[in-house]
Nanobody, 122 residues
């Protein structure tokens, strides 16, 4: 019923920029926190950034000053602007959102996007 569709990944040179988007669709009552995770080969999944429904943000230390998470509530979309990219940022990036739905009853669940590959290389 609810889907998160990601876009914006790709290949970029060190120092370059990418903007990831993640749009939620379906029978959505409201969206609470949204965020971005990433997972590199051979490494554990890492929480990169989060944003609350009110716009408060948090970042993992390694991306502070380089990445910016934002959201457009009208479009039900979360973004991750990534600047000054480094090879260590290479990973599959997943968006996530805690979403309340209502059909017969209210449900509060975490949803995940399909993942988008970000590769930082010369």
């Amino acid at each position: 019923q609810v889907q998160l569709v990601e876009s914006g990944g790709g290949l970029v040179q060190p120092g370059g920029s990418l903007r990831l988007s993640c749009a939620a669709s379906g029978s959505i009552f409201s969206i609470n926190d949204m965020g971005w995770y990433r997972q590199a080969p051979g490494k554990q999944r890492e929480l990169v950034a989060t944003i609350t429904s009110g716009g408060s943000t948090n970042y993992v230390e390694s991306v502070k000053g380089r990445f910016t998470i934002s959201r457009d509530n009208a479009k039900k979309t979360v973004y991750l602007q990534m600047n000054s990219l480094k090879p260590e940022d290479t990973a599959v990036y997943y968006c996530t959102a805690n979403i309340i739905t209502f059909k017969i009853v209210f449900k509060q669940e975490d949803y995940w996007g399909q993942g988008t590959q970000v590769t930082v290389s010369s």
